[in-house]
């Protein structure tokens, strides 16, 4: 967290000066110097995955300046690689970005529309000499590449004529080269130190099905080629990207350049977003699916967007993580305390308190009037009114948490224990008188009696006792299964062993099949949120539950010793 790159909010004097991160900063200088007169961003994914939360970042940022600039933003897929890319990705990834709420409206593109334009740029390169085609393999295109230190080498193409080239290249669409026999290269400089610019493939043969042209093209543009295309066919006016493509700027430029786009956009990089023990890549998590690993793409241990979803993560806490990290110019990772964090904000107020007993042990209140039974008004959140209250059943028998109980206690422990005092949340006072076993030696039942006195909310102040604990009432409690997570990947030894492989948590996924929670919880809907009380926040997931079966899932726990970082900037 430690550039200065970022956002700040600095106090001077009375006044509270927002100050702009690096890359509004050179906007706003484009905006002045009339280099443009509006902004328009876009967000180009390849559909060949799932989005994380770094796409978040990605598409936060690009649609947060179009918003905060008054300008536009695009959502365009970077189909031009028919190998890896599917619609489920497609749909997924639409699902996703609108979801965390940006916003394309019916700026929908897709790259792989562009093909027949940016057929005729390569043909338009080929009639200017700058392009030709090349008979050489992938190796040998490596090898006459040179290195760092080396030039490359002229490719033995390089000398065609345009005719040539042209009747060459045609022949390539028209399906007459098989795929790998022939290339079409850019003719920029092979003694460049940049190696991007070393005559770069622009095109290639693969008879290969796309998901959108379906059999139309046996060639396909490289990725360096199409995307300067794409954004410049869109008038995009700030290409944000990624500190990989730095290298591939020039390129870029030389592109559109060569093509005589009358308004080239100005491309910006920022640092990729990484979380620690978190797996972020796309390539990492389609390993962990593919090899079953994970339940699917949406599996609440990944950060794919559908995952944080699912998991309980709202829009706005992930807005809000986003907001925090700002953008930068260096690489680094961000303690995923930190998301933990945001939806701890966003949850603790907003959502009802509610008691869940994970590990259940049954409670007789032994001075409870047999087959009675009372409701009890309970808040729904004592730090915000507004969510009001509602009713829950109380009687002779309960359950509470198997670990709330403890025949012989240590020291400081102030829960049930035989001869000690406590109150069970929102009810009453009760002293524990001791506890059953089965032939196993596992306790039954824990017994107590009641004092009618202590009812909460009676103004009792006659004594007080050290232990508060949550309970749900025997008859009425809803049966549900709760799940558990910790990092998938294990914090103490690294992300990967010495082999590669990543370092996995064997205890990342704990199900608890037999919960109770208290009745109002068996009307939860499919991603419903709440506060278990003492467990964390909880949401229903929206896979695995069914009707008078719910399963929840822990998004987070309550406690955290995280502390969020001084904002750089403030003075
Ligand atoms: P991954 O590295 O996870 O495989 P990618 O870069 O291949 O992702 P794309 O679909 O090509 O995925 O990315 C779409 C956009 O999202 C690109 O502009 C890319 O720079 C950006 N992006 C990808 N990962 C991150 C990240 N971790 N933080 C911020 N932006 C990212
Ligand atoms: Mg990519």
Same mark, same amino acid.
């Given at each position: 967290?430690?550039?200065?790159? #970022? ?19 050179? @906007?706003?200088?484009?905006?002045? +110097?009339?280099?443009?007169?509006? %902004?328009?961003?876009?967000?180009? *994914? +390849? ?7 770094? &796409?978040? #970042? ?9 918003? #905060? ?8 897929? =970077? ?10 990705? %497609? ?23 562009? /093909? ?34 080396? *030039? ?58 796309? &998901? ?35 290298? &591939?700027?020039?390129?870029? =430029?030389?592109? %559109?350049?060569?093509?005589?786009? *009358? ?6 990089? /920022? !640092? ?21 690993? %994970? =339940? ?21 806490? @992930?807005?809000? /993580? ?56 309970? !808040? ?13 059943? /109380? ?31 929102? !009810? ?15 306790? $039954?039942?824990? &017994?107590? $009696?009641?004092? *009618? ?14 232990? $508060? ?6 008859? +009425? ?14 914090? $103490? ?31 939860? #809907? ?28 822990? @998004? ?16």
């Amino acid at each position: 967290m430690a550039d200065t790159d #970022k956002a700040g909010v600095a106090i001077q004097g009375e006044q509270e000066v927002v100050s702009r991160n690096f890359i509004e900063q050179m @906007i706003d200088k484009d905006l002045e +110097e009339g280099v443009y007169d509006c %902004v328009h961003t876009r967000f180009p *994914p +390849e559909p060949n995955g799932y989005l994380h939360i770094g &796409h978040a #970042k990605s598409i936060l940022l690009n649609y947060g300046l179009a918003q #905060k600039y008054g300008g536009k933003f695009n959502m365009r897929f =970077d189909d031009t690689n028919p190998t890896k890319e599917k619609t489920e990705f %497609v749909e997924s990834i639409k699902r996703d970005i609108k979801w965390l709420g940006a916003d394309w409206e019916d700026r929908l593109f897709f790259a792989s529309d562009y /093909f027949e334009q940016m057929y005729a740029c390569a043909v338009k390169l080929i009639r200017k000499g700058k392009a030709y085609v090349s008979d050489l393999s992938a190796d040998e295109i490596r090898e006459y590449r040179g290195t760092l230190t080396e *030039p490359g080498r002229e490719d033995p193409g390089s000398g065609r004529s345009v005719e040539e080239n042209l009747d060459l290249f045609e022949k390539m669409k028209n399906g007459v080269f098989e795929d790998g026999s022939k290339v079409l290269r850019a003719r920029i400089d092979m003694a460049s130190p940049n190696i991007n610019m070393r005559d770069p493939v622009i095109y290639r043969v693969a008879h290969m099905s796309h &998901h959108n042209t379906g059999d139309q093209w046996c060639i396909y543009p490289m990725y360096d080629f199409a995307h300067p295309i794409e954004d410049a066919l869109e008038g995009i006016t700030h290409s944000i990207c990624t500190l990989e493509f730095e290298d &591939h700027r020039p390129l870029y =430029d030389w592109v %559109v350049r060569e093509l005589e786009y *009358p308004h080239p956009p100005r491309q910006i990089e /920022f !640092a990729k977003l990484y979380l620690t023990n978190v797996v972020t890549g796309k390539r990492y998590i389609k390993k962990l699916v593919e090899e079953g690993i %994970v =339940d699917g793409w949406d599996d609440p241990r990944l950060v794919s967007i559908a995952a944080l979803r699912r998991r309980g993560f709202t829009p706005e806490s @992930i807005r809000r /993580f986003v907001e925090l990290c700002g953008v930068s110019k260096s690489n680094s990772s961000v303690d995923y305390a930190m998301l933990e964090y945001c939806i701890r904000e966003d949850l603790k107020l907003t959502r009802p308190r509610m008691m869940a007993v994970l590990d259940p042990v049954k409670l007789i209140i032994d001075n409870y009037p047999e087959g009675e039974t009372e409701l009890l008004e309970v !808040a729904n959140n004592l730090e915000n009114e507004a969510l009001g209250t509602r009713m829950v059943p /109380f009687g002779r028998e309960l359950y509470i948490e198997r670990d709330d109980f403890m025949e012989e206690p240590p020291r400081k422990y102030f829960r049930m224990f035989p001869g000690n005092e406590v109150r069970l949340m929102n !009810a009453y006072f009760v002293t524990c008188t001791g506890c059953v076993k089965d032939e196993t030696g596992r306790i $039954t039942e824990v &017994h107590c $009696t009641y004092d *009618p006195q202590t009812k909460c909310g009676s103004g009792f102040t006659g004594r007080k006792v050290k232990g $508060t604990i949550h309970w749900v009432p025997a008859g +009425e409690a809803v049966r549900a299964q709760v799940r558990l997570y910790e990092n998938i990947i294990d914090e $103490t030894k690294g992300v990967y062993n010495e082999d590669g492989s990543l370092n996995l948590n064997p205890d990342s996924l704990k199900v608890m099949h037999d919960c109770l929670l208290e009745p109002a919880l068996g009307n939860a #809907k499919a991603e419903d949120r709440f506060q278990f009380v003492r467990q964390g926040f909880f949401s229903v997931d929206y896979k695995d539950s069914r009707e008078g079966a719910p399963v929840f899932n822990r @998004i987070v726990s309550l406690k955290s010793s995280y502390v969020l970082p001084k904002q750089e900037g403030k003075k």
